[in-house]
């Protein structure tokens, strides 16, 4: 079974642009989680959908907005870029995320650097 | 309340020894403990995950042990190879959130 998957795997962008992350789930996987990576705060949660339906959103501002489509895949998207956005942006699936054995499984990320 | 505190930020440990990573948490409504172990340029990958009735759970050369009580978790890893250099994430996780909350990570380097 293949893995999560996440185009581009790398990005460079300037202050200002916006940017769009893409992420293919497991197959079978109805749950997608984003999170940014940083050296300095570790992984922070962006938010999770299932079933098309935002169900939870982390600390972020109202830049960074996602999204997913009805076969899983989901985006998310930062506009105006800050200097500040340069991470490593993580996506992971599970099949619902709560359950009582469910796993999430991340992909390799996207990292985004900003200038 | 949220958070997850790790210890130690890194680790050096010699070929063979055990390593021992520690986390720490406020949430009572904690109730999925998963580790984490991730390699640089590479996303991370789930070791091994525990639930609050359980107080240890063992799975090759790693183990988790929970002390609910105290709050705290912890992961061995034993006769530790320098392939498992890599940096190692405790997250917890409450029903219903559908989110982890990560630890700050532990740098391990295991030396040959």
């Known amino acids: 079974k293949a893995g999560v998957t996440q185009t581009p795997r790398y990005l460079i962008k300037t202050r200002g642009q916006q940017v769009t992350l893409s992420c293919s789930p497991i197959?079978?996987?109805?749950?997608v989680s984003w999170y940014q990576q940083t050296p300095g705060q570790g992984l922070q949660f962006l938010f999770e959908?299932?079933?098309?339906?935002?169900?939870n959103k982390g600390n972020f501002p109202g830049r960074f907005s996602g999204r997913q489509f009805s076969n899983s895949r989901s985006e998310m998207n930062v506009s105006t870029l800050e200097l500040g956005d340069s991470a490593l942006y993580l996506c992971?699936?599970?099949?619902?995320?709560?359950?009582?054995?469910?796993?999430?499984?991340f992909g390799p990320g996207t990292r985004l650097t900003v200038t | 309340q949220q958070q997850v505190k790790q210890s130690p930020q890194s680790l050096i440990v010699q070929k063979g020894g055990i390593s021992i990573i520690n986390c720490a948490y406020e949430?009572?409504?904690?109730?999925?403990f998963p580790w984490y172990q991730q390699f640089p340029g590479k996303g991370p990958a789930l070791l091994i995950a525990?639930?609050?009735?359980?107080s240890e759970k063992k799975e090759g050369r790693f183990t988790i042990s929970f002390n609910k009580s105290a709050k705290q978790f912890s992961l061995h890893i034993m006769d530790s190879q320098p392939g498992d250099s890599a940096t190692y994430f405790c997250?917890?996780?409450?029903?219903?959130?559908?989110?982890?909350?990560f630890g700050t990570g532990t740098r391990l380097k295991v030396l040959a």
């Open positions: 949430n009572t409504a904690f109730d999925y």
């Open positions: 959908y299932f079933s098309e339906t935002q169900r």
């Open positions: 997250a917890a996780s409450a029903s219903g959130t559908y989110k982890y909350i």
């Open positions: 525990i639930r609050p009735d359980v």
């Open positions: 197959s079978g996987h109805r749950s």
């Open positions: 992971a699936s599970s099949w619902y995320l709560g359950g009582a054995e469910d796993e999430q499984y």
